[in-house]
């Protein structure tokens, strides 16, 4: 017979965590050794009884899931998230603190088992609506930030003053100049330095042109 996987269920309000426990208690490869009401229960359970995998919820008093996360996984435990929240913080903020995996409570009992199985596995498990919105924001392009150094040269640029010009302002050399403007016209794609300054203005990156 194939060893249970051991786990613990960790949610501060108790009818949910008493749900999935219900939902658990007849699955003959699952074992639940123990619940806890918020992180730091949760790290004191794990040190003690070394569980495969916590079902974790976020939002906790005393200390939150984040927190939680990471010394769980510093004792050996994977990560289940197991919550209501799907925004994109909650969901980055969870597997940068190492979560393995992360559901959202109208999983199914199937989907949750299987979710558990994996998990001990060491494979990634994500419900089908946080993936999307991880594709998503992995496509999403970052927005384009320019250095105090670069707005200054930019906002000369919008001034009308020539690269030699700019380099007196800011006593720089002007091939200082050109370097700085390189980098500005890469960052906002664009070929030109009347095109700069317009895409960095409609941008909200030039905050003004004469200060």
């Given amino acids: 017979m194939t060893e249970k996987l051991r786990i613990i269920v960790v949610d501060d309000h108790t009818v949910m965590r008493a749900g999935v426990v ?53 004792l050996g435990t994977r990560v289940l998230v197991l919550t209501t929240y799907d925004t994109d913080t909650e969901i980055e903020r969870a597997i940068e603190a190492g979560a393995i995996g992360y559901l959202l409570k109208d999983t199914t009992r199937d989907q949750l088992v299987e ?9 990634t498990v994500l419900a089908p609506r946080v993936a999307e919105k991880l594709v998503a924001r992995m496509r999403r392009p970052e927005p384009a930030t320019l250095t105090a150094r670069e707005i200054d040269v930019l ?31 890469a960052k906002l794609d664009v070929g030109d330095r009347t095109r700069a300054v317009v895409v960095a203005m409609d941008l909200g990156l030039l905050p003004g042109r004469n200060g």
């Fill in 22 to 74: 219900a939902l658990l208690a007849a699955e003959p490869t699952i074992e639940i050794v123990g619940e806890a009401d918020d992180g730091r229960e949760a790290i004191a359970l794990a040190a003690r009884l070394r569980p495969d995998v916590a079902l974790l919820d976020l939002r906790m008093p005393v200390m939150d899931g984040v927190a939680a996360t990471a010394e769980l996984g510093r």
């Fill in 115 to 123: 979710a558990i199985r994996s998990a001990a596995r060491g494979e």
């Fill in 155 to 185: 906002r000369a640029v919008a001034d009308g003053l020539s690269n030699t010009e700019i380099g007196r302002r800011l006593v720089i050399a002007e091939a200082t100049v050109k370097t700085h403007l390189l980098r500005v016209f």
